[in-house]
């Protein structure tokens, strides 16, 4: 009896120490990206605390960790600042992904946000009975379950969340590697070979431009209509310019006058070049409607004419060497890189929630797509880059601390102990 009595008690200790259970004074937030911290950094201002759980070891993980050396912000830096703190002076119109990652950091100790990282969010539910959200993490290297229990749940896992990774027919016949965009950093190992580059996105066209730039051989594959719009006209961003006009002009028109005068600086043959424009829907409404970014050259079209960059359309399978493309060509590829992007992952841990569709982005449009039921609300689905989720923070932080503030007690001002963004309070035994 007493072995089993010590057995029970073992078990009762093991189960404590692989879950446990934590009240969240605040919000919960999911996602240390830039969405997550800026909502937590909103909330912080107005006297709020919060958690921000993220399954990375760092900030904005995919800046980090997932982007190619060379790239830079694609729009100008005033359009991309998070609420309350613009980018350096130094830092340039178009900062470095180091220097963008750099700003996170220091806005995040600015805002005194600190992540509990490696907390990978298995499932989210809200609890009718209760009226609290059950926000379910499994800590990435001790395996311990941890229940965050709490009034709101924040959704800020962003449109990147999942690689998108595109079935290819005949992809296990193709002797070369294949990989996705998001482990790629530099054109330097592909010197002198043919790389097949499928996506004709910003990040296909940029990393073309790179593979050039080491002595590679791209052939980028091209199989819908894109909008190719230059990064600046006379000295000043396009984007500037499409924001001034949509002040005083209807958004089709608005986008008329964009290819019209894309048609003016980037010249009239791009559809001679394998580079049609959609038949349907500009370049702004495709990006508000359906997330399709417009491509900002910053000189792959000299390469594409120049020949270094060959154009091709879509593939219908893989072979050893290369691949049939649907028009009947052979091309020949040493490597592939997918520049196939990324997609929401809400619906894998989001559970009993309707506010977001199938493929995890909110059902209601833009600009009321920040707030849902019971307590939840989404930043950095907007489809409008880092401006879009500043707005949704701003607004999230705001409706919050609303309610925070007429239902529970905070401190005056003057305090210098206000609530950390990191303050948990215990709920059970199992913390201790």
């Not at 200790?13 to 909103?42: D, E, F, K, L, Q």
């Not at 004709?200 to 819908?224: F, I, K, Q, T, Y």
């Not at 000299?302 to 691949?323: Q, T």
Request: net charge neutral; glycine share 10%; proline share 7%.
């Amino acid at each position: 009896g007493g072995s089993r009595h010590c057995s029970d008690r073992l078990y009762v200790h093991r189960y404590m120490m692989a879950s446990r259970t934590m009240w969240v004074n605040g919000p919960i937030i999911v996602g240390a990206g830039p969405a997550g911290i800026a909502a937590a950094a909103c909330l912080h201002t107005r006297g709020v605390p919060s958690v921000v759980l993220d399954r990375d070891d760092c900030l904005a993980s995919l800046w980090q960790r997932r982007t190619y050396d060379r790239l830079r912000l694609h729009l100008p830096k005033h359009f991309c600042q998070l609420p309350g703190m613009p980018f350096p002076d130094h830092y340039p119109e178009y900062p470095t992904k180091h220097q963008f990652v750099a700003y996170l950091e220091s806005y995040a100790a600015a805002f005194h946000v600190r992540p509990r990282f490696r907390q990978s969010v298995v499932s989210a539910r809200f609890d009718h009975a209760a009226g609290l959200w059950r926000v379910t993490a499994s800590d990435e290297d001790t395996g311990i379950t941890t229940e965050y229990i709490g009034r709101w749940l924040v959704v800020a896992t962003g449109e990147n969340a999942e690689r998108v990774i595109p079935d290819l027919d005949g992809a296990d016949a193709f002797k070369g590697p294949v990989s996705h965009v998001s482990e790629y950093k530099s054109g330097e190992p592909y010197k002198g070979k043919r790389v097949l580059v499928v996506g004709c996105g910003n990040s296909g066209m940029e990393v073309c431009l790179d593979l050039c730039d080491h002595g590679a051989r791209p052939s980028m594959v091209v199989r819908d209509g894109v909008h190719v719009l230059p990064r600046e006209m006379l000295g000043v961003a396009t984007f500037s310019v499409a924001v001034f006009l949509l002040r005083f002009l209807p958004l089709r028109l608005v986008d008329r006058l964009l290819v019209l005068l894309a048609g003016l600086f980037l010249g009239g043959d791009l559809a001679k070049l394998g580079l049609r424009r959609p038949s349907h829907g500009g370049p702004l409404e495709l990006k508000n409607s359906k997330g399709r970014t417009p491509v900002l050259d910053i000189g792959a079209l000299d390469k594409i004419r120049a020949g270094e960059i060959k154009i091709v359309p879509g593939v219908k399978r893989m072979e050893a060497g290369g691949a049939e493309l649907v028009d009947g060509r052979f091309v020949a590829a040493d490597a592939v890189i997918l520049a196939t992007g990324y997609h929401s992952n809400v619906p894998q841990w989001l559970k009993g929630s309707d506010f977001f569709s199938g493929e995890g982005y909110p059902k209601v449009e833009f600009p009321e797509g920040w707030k849902g039921e019971s307590g939840l609300y989404s930043v950095g689905f907007t489809r409008r880059g880092l401006a879009g989720l500043s707005l949704d923070a701003v607004r999230v932080a705001s409706d919050i601390a609303t309610e925070y503030h007429t239902t529970s007690p905070s401190p005056s001002p003057s305090s210098s102990i206000l609530p950390q963004p990191t303050q948990l309070v215990p709920c059970s035994q199992a913390e201790t």
